[in-house]
């Protein structure tokens, strides 16, 4: 049985858009290159049931993503994507048909970034791409923020009627279609305001890997605050069970004291 429900991969920290809801990372832009994506994803998959390509920026602007998904695929990967959605008429059956993929989720926070009319092109075009496409992967439109906020309402209303739903979304899972979701999530700050109290899932249900091959503890590390390593220097397997991981992992469960000063100051709800 793996040990990760799940391993992040950060193909990329560069992205199109600026949305105020994201992190401002302080690293340099960086794109992984194949190679290092193919030696990092095969000590990964000893590790984590899914592989999802997220963390930071958006994974379709990877000059090479075409053959970084041709080469999950020959690794035998489960792919979970998520995307600000804007690229995704960019690639056709050649990546889009592979079978790696698992769920595509698409980000429509970034639709506050266009205005009214961009919007319902956009969500008209992301409703096309599912209907394309729910029959190899699941496809999931996940918005965050109030769900009685004029955002909220303008987005799943925009996404009922794409799919021919008379009804006002009251913020529950809601199947647009087979295998197409619309989902909620609530707006969280990524440092600062409301501090975390509670253990998280950091290092049991998750870690990830930036761009630059930094191995972090959980989604929301994402300048490497509390890195364990780095998966180019080091084989995997010996950073995960390493003191400091393990060390680190009691701290954020809080069987060790406090915890760690970074997740203290963390907002972060996972969806």
Known sequence: MARFRRALIEIGNVCN??????A???????????????????QVKKFARVVSLHLLGEPLLHPQFAEIIETAERLHLEINLVTNGTLSSKYGDEVWGRKCFRQVTFSTQSLSCFGTDERAAKVHEYAEFARRNNARFK????LRGNLNGAFVKEISSMFMKEFG?????????????????????????WRGGRPQQAPCLGLRHHFG???DGTVVPCCADYDGAMAMGNVFEKPLAEILDSPRTL????????????????????GFIMP
């Open 247 to 266: 060390e680190l992992r009691r701290a954020i469960e809080g069987k060790n004291g406090p915890l760690p000063e970074y997740c203290r100051g963390c």
């Open 17 to 22: 858009l600026r949305c105020s809801f994201c």
């Open 165 to 189: 739903h008379d009804v006002e979304w009251n913020g529950n899972p809601f199947s647009l279609s087979e295998r197409i979701f619309l989902n909620h999530g609530e707006i969280f700050s």
């Open 24 to 42: 401002e990372s302080h690293r340099p832009p960086v794109f992984m290159s194949v190679g290092n994506f193919e030696r990092t994803a095969a």
């Open 139 to 142: 496809v999931s439109f996940r």
């Open 209 to 211: 890997i930036l761009s």
